[in-house]
């Protein structure tokens, strides 16, 4: 390969990295164009949003249902998994029917934006 082929190659990569990045990061960093969310329903059983929540945050980052964030309020389990279900349904764009469901209804209060 030639030395002009390998830069084509590498801006190519470069361009694909930042435009994928800078969607993926929009999506969870409250910028997303929603239509529809994930949402927890309201008589799943609390250990099972617990376990969820658990769950889901060893994968995204859920700094804003603890004390002192955004999402914080109300501190019920209820609350916080359907912030965590509606990050996960974004990313793996599964909405678990066991303990979510899909509304159309924008759940962000105040600060606590999803």
């Known amino acids: ?8 190659l590498f801006l190519i990569c470069c361009l ?4 994928y990045g800078s969607e993926t990061s929009s999506k969870l960093n409250g910028r997303k164009q929603a239509t529809d969310w994930c949402i927890s329903r309201p008589n799943a059983p609390q250990d099972k949003l617990q376990a969820f929540i658990e769950y889901g945050c060893g994968i995204v980052d859920c700094s804003v249902i603890q004390p002192g964030g955004p999402c914080f309020d109300p501190n019920t389990v209820v609350s ?10 974004y990313i793996q764009d599964s909405c678990d029917p066991a303990l979510g469901m899909i ?6 209060y105040g600060d606590c934006k999803y």
């Open 103 to 108: 509304t159309t209804v924008d759940p962000s």
């Open 16 to 19: 694909f990295c930042v435009v």
């Open 1 to 8: 390969m030639n030395k002009i082929n390998v830069v084509s």
């Open 80 to 89: 916080h998994a359907s912030y965590v279900l509606d990050l996960i349904y």
